[in-house]
């Protein structure tokens, strides 16, 4: 089966501007997690989904990131007003249940000019 | 926060030679780790994994040992092979704190053909 997906793969935001990333879990996974990483770490967690559940936000930076997923698949992870520290790889993940194996999508580069 | 660390940042091997990369983590009440491997441009594909109750668990070529005693995570590759090159990760959970992840640094694996 398909794994998990994410789009766009890169996206040149000019300071100011809003982005939306989109992500598209393996199908029947119940969690869904959204991590940022810099260059050279190792992933660091935004928000945890279960289902349409937004259950843990506790690692977004700031009020500027929202996070959604509204009928329990896909999510959105939105960046309003994009700052240059927002530049980094985009993580999402799923995993069939809770405290289970996650399975990462390829990310999305995002640079902010 | 609690920290997972990695003793080396970078390691060179020899093309059929075995591979050991090691992770030290602080939390005792950890109960689930993951050995996550990078490579570039993609995102952190899974490994192994090993449970707190475990103290050995061996895929294919791969081998996670877990000792609890000195919170000590390590991960050897047999034989190891050039596709093996990229950055690996030890990824942490810690029940209490959340589904989530926390992630190493990370060690860079160059295996020399």
């Known amino acids: 089966g398909a794994g998990v997906s994410q789009s766009p793969r890169y996206k040149v935001a000019k300071r100011g501007q809003d982005v939306a990333l989109r992500c598209d879990p393996i199908s029947g996974h119940v969690s869904l997690f959204w991590y940022q990483q810099a260059l050279g770490q190792g992933p660091e967690f935004l928000t945890y989904f279960q289902n349409e559940a937004q259950l843990d936000k506790s690692g977004l930076p700031s009020d500027r990131f929202f996070a959604e997923r509204p009928e329990g698949s896909v999510s959105t992870l939105k960046i309003q007003r994009t700052q240059q520290e927002d530049s980094a790889v985009y993580l999402c993940?799923?995993?069939?249940?809770?405290?289970?194996?996650?399975?990462f999508g390829p990310g999305t580069r995002l640079l902010v000019l | 926060g609690e920290s997972v660390g990695l003793h080396l940042p970078t390691l060179s091997v020899q093309e059929g030679d075995n591979s050991i990369i090691n992770c030290a983590y602080s939390n005792s009440a950890s109960d689930y780790f993951i050995w996550y491997k990078q490579e570039s441009g993609k995102g952190p594909q899974f490994i192994i994994d090993?449970?707190?109750?475990?103290d050995k668990r061996q895929g294919q070529r791969v081998t996670v040992l877990l000792n609890k005693t000195v919170k000590h995570l390590s991960l050897q590759i047999a034989a190891t092979q050039p596709g093996d090159s990229a950055v690996y990760f030890c990824?942490?959970?810690?029940?209490?704190?959340?589904?989530?992840?926390?992630f190493g640094t990370g060690t860079s694996l160059t295996v020399i053909p």
């Open positions: 090993i449970r707190s109750n475990m």
């Open positions: 993940a799923s995993s069939l249940g809770e405290v289970e194996t996650q399975y």
């Open positions: 990824a942490e959970n810690l029940a209490s704190f959340g589904n989530q992840f926390y």
